[in-house]
C-alpha cells in the first residue's frame, strides 16, 4: 500500500479555514470547523505526524468501514490529560487488534479489503467519539488531532457512498458490563428496546441504521432482533449479543446504544451509510489473544452475511 503523510496539507487548509479555540476550552461555545477536503485513494494508508492516527484506505470497491477510536497508548507531551469530572478515560483493551482481524478476515473471505481508522493517542488525552465541544481536551493539539481523525473518518465513508453507494461503519469498543455480550448499538434507547416491536417500529428515524430501514423489506423490529439482525447474526456464530433474537431486549442491564460517530456517521441524519457501534466485552471475547483470533473471525462473518442479506453485497461468498 502507498502511505501518505497528510500533516502539511491538513494544517494549511485548516490554518485557512479555522478560527482558534482558547488553549483549555476544548473547543467549547464555537461551532465545530470544517473539516478539510482530501482527495482520498483507495489501497493507500494516510496518517498523522507521529503516526498517531492512521487510515488504510481499503479497496474502492469496499462498502465498510472500521474503526478503533479507544484503544491508543501514546501519550503525546503536548496533549495533556483530560482532568474535567465528565470526561471518559478507560481504554478500550486490544480493540485494534480485534479491529484488525476483523477486517483480515472480511478480506480473506470476500477478497475486498475494508476502510479501517485507528486512533493511537490515549483516550485520557484525545477524545474521538465526542463532539469537540464535549471532549474536555486540554490542548490545541488534542483538537487538531480529532479534527485530522474525523477527516479520515469522513473520507473513508464518503469513499463508500460515491463508489458503492450504500455501506456499514462498524465504530469497536469494549465495555466492562456484569454481562459478557456484544452490545449492539444502533442509538435506540433502552425504553425502546424494552418495548413491543409495535412500538419499537416507530423508532426507525431516530435510528443509526434509518436509510437501511427505508430500503429493507424487513421491519424496524426485525432489524433489531429478528432472524437477520446484526445481533442474532452474532450469536449464530457464537457470540452472545443484545439485542438479539436470542437476547431481545436490555431489561435493567447496563447498555451502551451508540456515541458520537455512530450519530454523525450513520444514516439517522441522511445518507446511505448505516452505522453500528459495538461494544465487546472482555472475559469472553478480547482478553487473551486467542479469545481475539477467534472472535475476530465470526464478527467478520457476521458482517458478510448481513451485508449479504441486507445490501445484496458479497453473494456468492
Same mark, same amino acid.
Given at each position: 500500500?502507498?502511505?501518505?503523510?497528510?500533516?502539511?496539507?491538513?494544517?494549511?487548509?485548516?490554518?485557512?479555514?479555522?478560527?482558534?479555540?482558547?488553549?483549555?476550552?476544548?473547543?467549547?461555545?464555537?461551532?465545530?470547523?470544517?473539516?478539510?477536503?482530501?482527495?482520498?485513494?483507495?489501497?493507500?494508508?494516510?496518517?498523522? *505526524?507521529?503516526?498517531?492516527?492512521?487510515?488504510?484506505?481499503?479497496?474502492?470497491?469496499?462498502?465498510?468501514?472500521?474503526? &478503533?477510536?479507544?484503544?491508543?497508548?501514546?501519550?503525546? &507531551?503536548?496533549?495533556?490529560?483530560?482532568?474535567?469530572?465528565?470526561?471518559?478515560?478507560?481504554?478500550?483493551?486490544?480493540? =485494534? +487488534?480485534?479491529?484488525?482481524?476483523?477486517?483480515?478476515?472480511?478480506?480473506?473471505?470476500?477478497?475486498?479489503?475494508?476502510?479501517?481508522?485507528?486512533?493511537?493517542?490515549?483516550?485520557?488525552?484525545?477524545?474521538?467519539?465526542?463532539?469537540?465541544?464535549?471532549?474536555?481536551?486540554?490542548?490545541?493539539?488534542?483538537?487538531?488531532?480529532?479534527?485530522?481523525?474525523?477527516?479520515?473518518?469522513?473520507?473513508?465513508?464518503?469513499?463508500?457512498?460515491?463508489?458503492?453507494?450504500?455501506?456499514?461503519?462498524?465504530?469497536?469498543?469494549?465495555?466492562?458490563?456484569?454481562?459478557?455480550?456484544?452490545?449492539?448499538?444502533?442509538?435506540?434507547?433502552?425504553? +425502546?428496546?424494552?418495548?413491543?416491536?409495535?412500538?419499537?417500529?416507530?423508532?426507525?428515524?431516530?435510528? &443509526?441504521?434509518?436509510?437501511? &430501514? =427505508?430500503?429493507?423489506?424487513?421491519?424496524?423490529?426485525?432489524?433489531?432482533?429478528?432472524?437477520?439482525?446484526?445481533?442474532?447474526?452474532?450469536?449464530?456464530?457464537?457470540?452472545?449479543?443484545?439485542?438479539?433474537?436470542?437476547?431481545?431486549?436490555?431489561?435493567?442491564?447496563?447498555?451502551?446504544?451508540?456515541?458520537?460517530?455512530?450519530?454523525?456517521?450513520?444514516?439517522?441524519?441522511?445518507?446511505?451509510?448505516?452505522?453500528?457501534?459495538?461494544? *465487546?466485552?472482555?472475559? =469472553?471475547?478480547?482478553?487473551?489473544?486467542?479469545?481475539?483470533?477467534?472472535?475476530?473471525?465470526?464478527?467478520?462473518?457476521?458482517?458478510?452475511?448481513?451485508?449479504?442479506?441486507?445490501?445484496?453485497?458479497?453473494?456468492?461468498?
Amino acid at each position: 500500500m502507498k502511505k501518505m503523510n497528510l500533516w502539511l496539507l491538513a494544517c494549511l487548509l485548516l490554518a485557512a479555514a479555522a478560527c482558534k479555540k482558547n488553549e483549555n476550552d476544548g473547543g467549547n461555545d464555537e461551532k465545530e470547523e470544517s473539516l478539510p477536503v482530501i482527495e482520498y485513494q483507495p489501497n493507500t494508508t494516510y496518517t498523522t *505526524t507521529g503516526n498517531q492516527v492512521k487510515l488504510i484506505m481499503g479497496d474502492a470497491n469496499s462498502p465498510i468501514v472500521l474503526a &478503533s477510536p479507544h484503544d491508543g497508548t501514546m501519550t503525546p &507531551s503536548n496533549m495533556p490529560v483530560r482532568t474535567h469530572a465528565n470526561a471518559v478515560t478507560v481504554r478500550d483493551l486490544y480493540l =485494534t +487488534d480485534v479491529t484488525e482481524k476483523v477486517a483480515n478476515a472480511i478480506y480473506q473471505r470476500t477478497g475486498v479489503r475494508p476502510h479501517v481508522l485507528i486512533n493511537y493517542v490515549e483516550r485520557a488525552r484525545m477524545e474521538p467519539n465526542r463532539a469537540l465541544a464535549e471532549t474536555y481536551h486540554q490542548s490545541e493539539a488534542a483538537n487538531q488531532l480529532w479534527k485530522e481523525y474525523h477527516a479520515f473518518l469522513k473520507g473513508a465513508t464518503d469513499m463508500v457512498s460515491k463508489n458503492v453507494g450504500k455501506g456499514l461503519f462498524l465504530d469497536m469498543h469494549g465495555h466492562g458490563h456484569t454481562k459478557h455480550r456484544v452490545e449492539v448499538g444502533y442509538l435506540t434507547s433502552i425504553s +425502546d428496546l424494552n418495548g413491543t416491536d409495535a412500538a419499537l417500529n416507530n423508532r426507525a428515524t431516530v435510528s &443509526s441504521i434509518y436509510h437501511l &430501514s =427505508t430500503t429493507s423489506p424487513y421491519s424496524f423490529s426485525q432489524l433489531i432482533r429478528g432472524d437477520y439482525a446484526f445481533g442474532t447474526l452474532l450469536a449464530n456464530e457464537g457470540v452472545a449479543a443484545v439485542p438479539s433474537k436470542q437476547d431481545p431486549k436490555p431489561n435493567n442491564d447496563d447498555y451502551f446504544n451508540g456515541g458520537y460517530c455512530t450519530l454523525t456517521y450513520g444514516s439517522r441524519n441522511g445518507g446511505a451509510i448505516s452505522a453500528l457501534q459495538l461494544e *465487546t466485552p472482555g472475559p =469472553t471475547f478480547r482478553d487473551t489473544p486467542s479469545l481475539r483470533t477467534a472472535s475476530a473471525p465470526k464478527v467478520a462473518d457476521a458482517i458478510i452475511k448481513y451485508m449479504q442479506t441486507h445490501y445484496s453485497l458479497f453473494i456468492g461468498k
